[in-house]
């Protein structure tokens, strides 16, 4: 035993690498068949899935430039990170992006920017900027609400998110006078920290489910009586990220309290079957919206992404014969958010927000809807230039996931569904959530939510009006593709240039004043 021993404290340190090298070598050879790069370079194979592995942050902090990142380029996070944190959030020496690309975004100036009036709101808080429209004014109900802010945070549920991120959230939109979507999965106590509450439910009927899975009414009126800050619900149809098709929440994330929320099992996965039990029409879908309505007294919406419109025009009959319906719709982008998807739905299945909405108000607006509705865009709209684009568009709010998330400390890892959220948001990892400072984060996210509305407020002023709702169609300029390989300047930017008086080069050589010459 002592000879062993003597043998083992005699190896050098680098003996003992090389011994470990030699047992993955043999490893790799002879045990493993399961990767045919470490079986045929045994040792060397494991640097190649190491660096893939790592290649995602390597092209985001050394190879990426600041423009071409997606679903967030290093510019946007940048000036979400600055603004969360009330640092210069400026740029110098003109703009780095391609104001020439597709569907970059112009805004067109007054001649002379809006004047304020002497104490005008904006004098006293240069933050503050309201929705113009009251969800369920038009449909009377018993407790309408014009959201304070025109920036609000949109669906994401206790369970995708952490107790300390929607914690964080809550006490952030209370600070900045805006609302906090729940998300599908239920009213949590993280949610009820002061902030106005939207609560949002899908096929899973989480927070109000029957014991056969169904929607109970019950269980709703119970909540709302309950939580006097639920101030709207919303029903989804679909998400951006993957519209037709039902959610999933890992096992892993299902933690007791989340169980009980949602009132399902612990530890295992929870699927959100595509379609609704409550209903299976669009008929059927409004008696739905109105029993909610009137048994709860709020405004009731729905929430979708946007693809075929057969169904929407069905319904924009139907509210136009009976005066009933949705009191708000949501509109989300095709682009996808927070929820995890297959790359088929996220990159494929239903329009980017740009188009979805278009299509839709200009069919709710064909049946004289448009001015009965609150319309709420929710796709990569966290940005004063996209809102305005969007509320020129005929948006009344705009709802912020990602954005929301990133004012918190997300740093794009793109790891949602995975439980491994490095930053604690998206994680029910309690030693990641233990990084989160709630209440440094909520101030982040409504300085965020400020600076948003103070340079919104700042663009529309400079555009001539006092609130955004004014923008018109005709204030934005946007790049469009044209079909055409090329087109002559005066049909591209609609005017002639003035002839420059011409004789000659000779009499341009011959000009006494060429050059400076006396």
Not at 159 to 176: D, M, P, R, W, Y
Not at 183 to 195: A, I, K, R, T
Request: proline fraction near 5%; hydrophobic fraction near 40%; aromatic fraction near 10%.
């Amino acid at each position: 035993m002592d000879l062993v021993l003597q043998f083992f404290s005699s190896i050098a340190w680098w003996g003992w690498i090389l011994i470990v090298l030699a047992f993955v070598a043999i490893r790799d050879v002879f045990f493993q068949r399961s990767h045919t790069i470490s079986h045929n370079f045994p040792i060397v194979g494991h640097l190649r899935y190491w660096l893939e592995s790592i290649g995602p942050e390597m092209r985001q902090y050394f190879v990426a430039n600041n423009r071409e990142e997606l679903p967030f380029n290093r510019i946007e996070r940048g000036w979400i990170y600055a603004s969360a944190k009330k640092e210069n959030n400026y740029e110098g020496f003109g703009t780095d992006r391609d104001i020439h690309a597709h569907q970059h975004i112009f805004i067109n100036n007054a001649m002379m920017p809006f004047k304020l009036p002497e104490n005008h709101p904006h004098k006293i808080d240069k933050t503050f900027l309201p929705c113009a429209k009251v969800m369920g004014e038009f449909n009377k109900r018993k407790r309408p609400y014009r959201p304070a802010s025109i920036i609000n945070v949109s669906a994401m549920s206790f369970g995708s998110l952490s107790a300390k991120a929607i914690e964080s959230l809550n006490k952030g939109v209370k600070i900045a006078g805006a609302y906090h979507n729940t998300g599908e999965g239920g009213l949590s106590p993280y949610h009820s920290n002061g902030g106005d509450v939207v609560f949002h439910f899908g096929t899973g009927y989480f927070g109000v489910r029957s014991e056969d899975g169904g929607f109970s009414m019950e269980k709703m009126v119970d909540l709302v009586n309950k939580n006097p800050f639920i101030r709207a619900i919303e029903v989804k149809l679909s998400q951006g990220a993957k519209p037709g098709k039902g959610g999933v929440l890992p096992g892993a994330k299902i933690t007791k309290q989340i169980a009980e929320i949602r009132g399902v099992e612990v530890g295992k996965d929870v699927l959100s079957p595509p379609t609704h039990k409550a209903f299976s029409n669009v008929p059927e879908m409004v008696d739905f919206i109105e029993k909610i309505a009137k048994e709860t007294g709020l405004p009731v919406g729905i929430k979708a992404a946007i693809g075929k419109l057969e169904q929407w025009e069905e319904l924009a009959d139907i509210m136009k014969a009976t005066g009933k319906g949705p009191d708000f719709i949501t509109v989300d982008g095709g682009e996808g958010g927070t929820g995890a998807a297959p790359p088929s739905f996220a990159d494929h299945v239903s329009l980017p927000w740009v188009y979805g909405f278009s299509d839709l108000y200009r069919l709710f607006q064909s049946k004289g809807l448009s001015e009965r509705i609150v319309f709420v865009g929710s796709g990569k709209l966290g940005f004063p230039a996209k809102a305005a684009m969007a509320l020129a568009m005929g948006v009344d709010c705009i709802n912020v996931a990602r954005e929301a998330m990133m004012s918190i400390g997300c740093i794009q890892a793109q790891i949602c569904h995975t439980n491994r959220c490095p930053a604690g948001i998206a994680t029910q990892k309690k030693w990641t959530q233990n990084g989160i400072n709630v209440p440094l984060k909520s101030e982040r996210l409504a300085q965020y939510f400020k600076t948003f509305r103070k340079e919104f407020i700042e663009i529309t002023h400079a555009a001539g009006y006092e609130h955004p709702c004014e923008f018109k169609m005709s204030d934005i300029e946007i790049n469009v593709d044209d079909h055409n390989l090329s087109k002559e300047l005066n049909g591209t930017f609609m005017y002639q240039k003035t002839p420059v008086p011409f004789k000659g080069v000779q009499h341009l050589k011959d000009c006494m004043h060429l050059g400076g010459v006396e």
